[in-house]
Nanobody, 114 residues
Framework: VQVVESGGGLVQPGGSLTLSCTAS????????MNWYRQTPGKERERVAS????????TYADSVKGRFTISRDDGKATVHLQMNSLNANDTGVYYC????????WGQGIQVNVSS
């Protein structure tokens, strides 16, 4: 099985960035897919989740109103649209796919800096 993230990079404060994640090789479609981030000096934080069947979403308080998670219908692909980015959003973003276990991507760097 594989979980692969894409779309990270450098963005200016106030800017936007979209991350994508695809889970492949699973015998059954994952129940949900999730975005976490690891920021310097802090524990890994789950920022957004979406169920693949119904598209139900949850967000951390720190990103509510700024981040939107979505899925491609019928596929194990999700996107994280990040708006109004600030320096506190800098970190490594990880995607995970949840079945009876949780499978992780390798992580992707997001830097918010002028």
């Amino acid at each position: 099985v594989q979980v692969v993230e894409s779309g990270g990079g450098l963005v200016q404060p106030g800017g936007s960035l979209t991350l994508s994640c695809t889970a492949s090789g699973f015998p059954v479609r994952p129940l949900s897919m999730n975005w976490y981030r690891q920021t310097p000096g802090k524990e890994r934080e789950r920022v957004a989740s979406i169920t693949l069947r119904f598209g139900a979403t949850t967000y951390a308080d720190s990103v509510k109103g700024r981040f939107t998670i979505s899925r491609d219908d019928g596929k194990a692909t999700v996107h994280l649209q990040m708006n109004s980015l600030n320096a506190n959003d800098t970190g490594v973003y990880y995607c995970s796919a949840l079945t009876s276990n949780e499978y992780w991507g390798q992580g992707i760097q997001v830097n918010v800096s002028s």
